[in-house]
């Protein structure tokens, strides 16, 4: 299973932006969708996941209060809600699916490119 990571964008800080990750195939009950983020010089770091089958949801600190991840098993596609941006948030975000919960990207898989979120001051 594939999965593609759209919709970010240049915002100000303070907006708001909603990233989709697409999954090419449907995405089994067990699975884990993770997203996470990687700054210029920086290593990838987990910013949020969703076990798809009881939508139980995990978030970083830094995003805890901000960010909302769903997901919808019709569209075997996640979201991430990413409100109130802060300049800290830019990087590019990817999105990946793992068996188990996971907050390093190792166990993930299926990563495709990811989508660029800068936002200005």
């Known amino acids: 299973v594939q999965l593609q990571a759209s919709g970010g964008g240049l915002v100000q800080a303070g907006d708001s932006l909603r990233l989709s990750c697409a999954a090419s195939?449907?995405?089994?009950?067990?699975?884990?969708v993770g997203w996470f983020r990687q700054a210029p010089g920086k290593g990838r770091e987990f910013v949020a996941a969703?076990?798809?089958?009881?939508?139980?949801?995990y978030y970083a600190d830094s995003v805890k209060g901000r960010f909302t991840i769903s997901g919808v098993n019709a569209e075997n596609t996640a979201y991430l809600q990413m409100d109130n941006l802060k300049p800290e948030d830019t990087a590019v975000y990817y999105c990946?699916?793992?068996?188990?919960?996971?907050?390093?990207?190792?166990?993930?898989?299926?990563w495709g490119q990811g989508t660029q979120v800068t936002v200005s001051s």
């Open positions: 195939s449907r995405l089994f009950s067990s699975s884990v």
């Open positions: 990946g699916r793992a068996s188990e919960l996971a907050y390093a990207p190792a166990p993930y898989k299926g």
């Open positions: 969703i076990r798809w089958g009881r939508k139980s949801t």
